[in-house]
């Protein structure tokens, strides 16, 4: 089935909004920089999962599933946007989450759990299968047949849904009658780099896809996944697009001080500037692990040249996760400068 066609339940708002950034384009003084609001995709406050999740849960539904299983960190946006799916769907949520019990709950955690998910907190990583196993189990026993969403939801059958998005960018580019050279979005477990890059060439769209990685990566690995994952995906959807290193473009920044930081989800203080500069020039909110880093890269981007030359139009795909600014740790981590905003009364 062509994928235009393909089966899958309505969980978002579309198209997300495609905007012009007025005052980061006049700060930067080169080309047209636009914003692809995914963060507003819905539900739960959404984020780029719910485009994965509408073909996912399809297949849930239509294989009479009626729980959902999924994975990541404890504060994983994918886990809480597919928790919002489920019990949209009437599905029950299944969290197991890796890194232990917080013994606090906030940011996405909060969520989950407001959502009524069943939180299975795993302290080591590697034993992460073997807990999903005893839970499936456990359900079964009492009548449930599980649906198991991999990890991101990246699998091939959750690519459609960022494949689709960029003929979704092509009609917003039409209507609006703008030209865009270049796409940057974020690269975590795949789905979405490598479903746009398929996009792109799937719709002969006329811009390339960048991408900044989310945790620190040697050179080369992430290419030569992307490169199988996006032909993987490309065979099951049948689109007749092969993906080469060629078209697999990451932006890794300076060796002593990557865009991806020191650490997944470690707070850094380059990262927090570039949360602040399109907050305070656009009243947008990115999150620290993730969009925060590759707006710290599209910044660079388009002020270095290398990858954005001067006069070229830019879009950056905002992904989602600002609920990360209310975990612990980052508010943690920003107070002393944040507090330099308050002032005290005498009143
Ligand atoms: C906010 C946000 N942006 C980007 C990504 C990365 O997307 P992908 O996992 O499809 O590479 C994630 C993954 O969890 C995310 O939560």
Same mark, same amino acid.
């Given at each position: 089935?062509?994928?235009?066609?393909?089966k #899958?339940?309505?969980?978002g708002?579309?198209?997300?909004?495609l905007?012009?950034m007025?005052n980061?384009?006049?700060?930067?003084?080169?080309? @047209?920089? $636009?914003?692809?609001? !995914? @963060?507003t995709?819905?539900?739960?406050?959404?984020g780029?999962? %719910?485009?994965k999740l509408?073909?996912?849960?399809r297949?849930?539904l239509?294989t009479?599933c %009626?729980?959902?299983? %999924?994975?990541?960190?404890?504060?994983?946006?994918h886990?809480?946007t %597919?928790?919002?799916?489920?019990?949209k769907?009437?599905? #029950?949520? =299944?969290?197991?989450l890796?890194?232990?019990?917080?013994? $606090?709950?906030?940011g *996405?955690?909060?969520?989950d759990a407001?959502?009524?998910?069943? =939180?299975?907190?795993? #302290?080591?990583?590697?034993k992460?299968?073997?807990v999903?196993?005893?839970?499936?189990?456990?359900?079964?026993?009492?009548? !449930?047949?599980v649906?198991v969403?991999?990890?991101?939801g990246?699998?091939p059958?959750g690519?459609?849904?960022?494949?689709m998005?960029?003929? &979704? =960018?092509?009609?917003q580019?039409?209507?609006q009658?703008?030209?865009?050279?270049?796409?940057v /979005?974020?690269?975590?477990?795949?789905?979405?780099?490598?479903?746009m890059?398929?996009?792109?060439?799937?719709?002969?769209?006329?811009?390339?896809?960048?991408a900044?990685?989310?945790?620190?990566?040697?050179?080369?690995?992430?290419?030569?996944?992307?490169?199988?994952?996006? *032909? &993987?995906?490309?065979?099951?959807?049948?689109?007749?697009?092969?993906?080469?290193?060629?078209?697999?473009?990451?932006?890794?920044?300076? @060796? !002593?001080v990557?865009?991806?930081?020191e650490?997944?989800n +470690?707070?850094?203080p380059?990262?927090r500037?570039?949360?602040?500069?399109?907050? +305070?020039?656009?009243?947008?909110m990115? @999150?620290?692990?993730?969009?925060?880093?590759?707006?710290?890269?599209?910044?660079?981007?388009?002020?270095d040249g #290398?990858?954005?030359k001067?006069? &070229?139009?830019a879009?950056?795909?905002?992904?989602?996760g600002?609920?990360?600014?209310?975990?612990? &740790?980052?508010? !943690?981590?920003m107070?002393?400068?944040?507090?330099?905003? /308050?002032?005290?009364?005498?009143?």
């Open positions: 089935m062509a994928i235009e066609n393909l #899958k339940v309505q969980l708002h579309y198209p997300t909004p905007e012009k007025g980061i384009t006049k700060m930067l003084g080169k080309g @047209d920089l $636009y914003i692809k609001r !995914d @963060d995709t819905g539900p739960a406050f959404g780029n999962k %719910t485009r509408e073909y996912l849960l297949e849930a239509d009479g %009626t729980a959902v299983m %999924t994975f990541g960190g404890t504060q994983t946006n886990g809480r %597919t928790v919002g799916a489920a019990v769907l009437g599905l #029950k949520p =299944i969290l197991v890796s890194g232990g019990d917080t013994g $606090y709950l906030s *996405n955690l909060t969520l407001l959502m009524g998910a069943d =939180i299975y907190f795993v #302290k080591d990583p590697a992460t299968q073997e999903a196993r005893e839970v499936i189990k456990k359900y079964e026993a009492n009548g !449930d047949k649906y969403v991999p990890a991101g990246s699998n059958l690519a459609a849904g960022y494949i998005s960029v003929k &979704e =960018i092509l009609d580019m039409k209507e009658n703008i030209k865009i050279d270049h796409v /979005c974020t690269v975590g477990s795949m789905g979405t780099f490598a479903g890059i398929l996009g792109a060439k799937y719709f002969k769209a006329p811009f390339d896809i960048i900044v990685p989310v945790s620190p990566a040697p050179k080369g690995q992430k290419e030569k996944d992307v490169v199988k994952f996006a *032909n &993987e995906a490309s065979q099951f959807h049948g689109l007749g697009v092969t993906v080469t290193e060629d078209d697999v473009k990451i932006a890794y920044g300076p @060796d !002593d990557p865009y991806s930081g650490a997944y +470690k707070p850094d380059v990262t500037q570039a949360i602040i500069t399109l907050a +305070k020039a656009e009243g947008i990115l @999150d620290p692990t993730y969009t925060g880093k590759t707006f710290r890269g599209f910044l660079d981007m388009v002020k #290398k990858y954005i001067e006069g &070229e139009s879009l950056f795909i905002h992904t989602g600002a609920m990360a600014l209310w975990t612990k &740790e980052h508010l !943690d981590d107070q002393e400068q944040l507090r330099a905003n /308050c002032n005290t009364t005498e009143m």
